[in-house]
């Protein structure tokens, strides 16, 4: 008898203790208002698709975008993996892990999203070709239940976590073209399947708690609206019909959610900015949908400059003082939308490997100064990620710096602190970090900032993107390959130059190709206004080059002077184009055939520079 009181009070304290640990635990839940906030523990339920989840589907009404978005702490992309389209390949019959590894990414398991929570993830961005399993050309835009099932479960692993989630339709075979079609019908088809699709996710998912975010798109709303892939007479949509179309589909995305009530009248929408660019984004033509609900949308861009050193291997180091005033600057343009009450999210951010698979010089400075940038605005930052920086077969990050940057990231690192102590801190360290950048070339001829002096480079991307030289308007001697050898000159008026590219001291030695090439002379149309440039010869590894078609003169920016070598993203001359005879007739941006470039050891330029005729 008395065993057995003795054993009851040991199960009573017990039982005490744990009470007022779970009530430990609320409180904790509470202040953070997470998913399982009306329970003092987590509990396993069943979806009303017979999917087991933790999430209690508890919706905080107070809460903020801006809010929200601190949350959400340190994020990570499932990268090539949901979104891989496989469609071509299988059609849309397929099992779900043909279309899931289609890429080359591993299926999907609790252990990996757990061992991305513990290298300091708070959020999973999970993005979804939603088209693989729908036959939408002949008019059925329904899509398979067990692609939905399928994302489910890793919206789940994630929720296990406690880390939110944004699922969103990401380029998708580039159905999205179809909104630039010549034909009516074809764009009417284009709502309709985007409304479909958006209604079925919504109503599929709408159980689940805030934790769970919608994003409109990814890249797709803008340019892309003209991409012909799959609508071949795409390509209708003028720029600034272009930014009314993305308008009109970012309302449809939100009054189509809101449309299917119960938790997605007040779920938290992020809405894809144009191209996800930061600068055409804070373009005022981009105007954020009108909504039902309050404080309840967030605005989506990416970051990925300059593109040689965060896309692919043709940039290997990074830290200029140029570097960081462009990060710093183009960040700061996104608190427009944070002073007007919306969140602000990074979709994507990356660097790229170098081609051994190894991490680049100078990555932890740049993702330093970048995430201090999101602490000091209120962004939420999410990491492009397709098993490179995490491993997910070994579970871990690659490289233990990065490592130990991302853990000093995640929320509840920084949870004990105020808001000010966190801004305080970035502000410093964003400031220290500029004022004691160097420059890489000290000894340069010419000074980049100088707005007195023209010169003369060729702007360059190989074909394969290994390559680079200096590429955009503004002039940049500083960004280019390991081993490249660049030949820029001053421009002093009316004469004849030549500039060049020698590629023979690059890891392969050559340029295979091009993807994008143009003669540049930085500051012409503010020194020397209206001037033309004729070229007089274009030789490739010595030898004399004959033009395929006929060069323009042009300017992007109005201070820039451009002639076009091979730039396939301009599909028609622009008005403003000039020759020196003034006949346009037999012009193009593409005057080289890429065919002719596949083993350029150099590449040189002679021009002549003077008033038009």
Request: proline share 2%; hydrophobic share 35%; net charge neutral.
């Given at each position: 008898?008395?065993?057995?009181?003795?054993?009851?009070?040991?199960?009573?304290?017990?039982?005490?203790?744990?009470?007022?640990?779970?009530?430990?635990?609320?409180?904790?839940?509470?202040?953070?208002?997470?998913?399982?906030?009306?329970?003092?523990?987590?509990?396993?339920?069943?979806?009303?698709?017979?999917?087991?989840?933790?999430?209690?589907?508890?919706?905080?009404?107070?809460?903020?975008?801006?809010?929200?978005?601190?949350?959400?702490?340190?994020?990570?992309?499932?990268?090539?993996?949901?979104?891989?389209?496989?469609?071509?390949?299988?059609?849309?019959?397929?099992?779900?892990?043909?279309?899931?590894?289609?890429?080359?990414?591993?299926?999907?398991?609790?252990?990996?999203?757990?061992?991305?929570?513990?290298?300091?993830?708070?959020?999973?961005?999970?993005?979804?070709?939603?088209?693989?399993?729908?036959?939408?050309?002949?008019?059925?835009?329904?899509?398979?239940?067990?692609?939905?099932?399928?994302?489910?479960?890793?919206?789940?692993?994630?929720l296990n976590e406690d880390m939110y989630v944004i699922i969103n339709d990401h380029w998708d075979g580039s159905w999205w073209g179809m909104f630039g079609s010549a034909s009516e019908e074809t764009r009417k088809q284009a709502m309709d399947l985007y409304v479909s699709m958006w209604t079925q996710i919504a109503e599929r998912y709408k159980e689940y708690s805030d934790y769970l975010i919608f994003e409109s798109a990814n890249e797709e709303l803008g340019s892309r609206l003209n991409d012909v892939d799959v609508a071949a007479d795409s390509g209708t949509l003028s720029e600034q019909e272009c930014f009314e179309m993305t308008n009109l589909i970012n309302q449809t995305f939100v009054d189509t959610i809101r449309g299917t009530g119960g938790n997605n009248a007040q779920r938290f929408l992020l809405i894809a900015g144009y191209n996800t660019d930061i600068q055409k984004t804070c373009d005022d033509r981009f105007v954020m949908?009108?909504?039902?609900?309050?404080?309840?949308?967030?605005?989506?861009?990416?970051?990925?400059?300059?593109?040689?050193?965060?896309?692919?291997?043709?940039?290997?180091?990074?830290?200029?003082?140029?570097?960081?005033?462009?990060?710093?600057?183009?960040?700061?343009?996104?608190?427009?939308?944070?002073?007007?009450?919306?969140?602000?999210?990074?979709?994507?951010?990356?660097?790229?490997?170098?081609?051994?698979?190894?991490?680049?010089?100078n990555i932890c400075d740049f993702l330093s100064n970048f995430l201090y940038n999101c602490d000091l605005y209120g962004y939420c930052p999410m990491l492009w990620d397709c098993s490179s920086l995490f491993a997910r077969t070994e579970l871990k990050m690659i490289d233990e710096d990065v490592a130990n940057l991302f853990l000093a990231r995640r929320y509840s690192a920084q949870a004990s602190l105020t808001e000010e102590e966190i801004k305080t801190t970035a502000q410093t360290a964003i400031e220290t970090a500029e004022a004691n950048a160097v420059s890489k070339f000290e000894d340069t001829e010419f000074d980049a900032e100088d707005t007195s002096t023209a010169v003369a480079w060729i702007m360059f991307n190989s074909s394969d993107w290994g390559i680079m030289y200096s590429v955009g308007d503004a002039y940049d001697p500083e960004s280019k390959t390991d081993g490249l050898i660049a030949t820029d000159v001053q421009v002093t008026g009316e004469g004849t130059y030549t500039v060049s590219l020698d590629f023979t001291k690059t890891g392969g030695g050559y340029a295979n190709g091009t993807a994008f090439c143009a003669l540049a002379i930085g500051n012409g149309e503010i020194l020397y206004p209206g001037y033309i440039v004729t070229i007089t010869e274009l030789t490739i590894n010595g030898e004399p080059y004959t033009l395929t078609a006929d060069p323009y003169t042009t300017s992007d920016d109005q201070k820039c002077t451009r002639v076009n070598i091979f730039n396939e993203w301009v599909t028609a001359v622009p008005p403003e184009a000039r020759t020196a005879d003034g006949n346009i007739s037999n012009v193009s941006p593409v005057i080289v055939d890429n065919a002719d470039l596949s083993h350029m050891e150099t590449l040189s330029i002679t021009f002549t520079y003077g008033p038009a005729q």
């Open positions: 008898m008395k065993k057995s009181k003795s054993r009851n009070l040991i199960i009573c304290i017990a039982a005490g203790v744990l009470g007022l640990f779970g009530l430990t635990v609320a409180v904790m839940k509470l202040a953070h208002l997470g998913p399982f906030a009306a329970s003092n523990k987590k509990y396993q339920h069943l979806s009303a698709n017979g999917i087991e989840t933790w999430d209690s589907g508890y919706m905080r009404k107070e809460l903020t975008s801006l809010e929200l978005v601190t949350l959400m702490g340190n994020g990570i992309n499932l990268g090539n993996t949901m979104e891989a389209y496989g469609r071509i390949a299988f059609g849309t019959t397929a099992s779900v892990s043909s279309y899931e590894t289609y890429w080359g990414q591993p299926v999907t398991t609790q252990a990996m999203v757990t061992a991305m929570k513990n290298a300091g993830f708070d959020s999973l961005r999970i993005p979804v070709a939603w088209t693989n399993a729908m036959d939408y050309e002949s008019g059925d835009y329904t899509i398979r239940e067990d692609y939905l099932n399928r994302v489910e479960e890793i919206i789940n692993y994630a949908p009108t909504d039902s609900a309050n404080n309840k949308l967030m605005v989506s861009v990416h970051y990925y400059t300059p593109w040689g050193y965060c896309g692919n291997s043709s940039l290997s180091v990074w830290g200029t003082k140029r570097n960081y005033g462009e990060q710093n600057t183009l960040l700061e343009m996104m608190s427009k939308f944070t002073e007007q009450g919306y969140g602000v999210v990074i979709g994507e951010y990356a660097v790229a490997m170098r081609n051994d698979g190894t991490v680049k010089d």
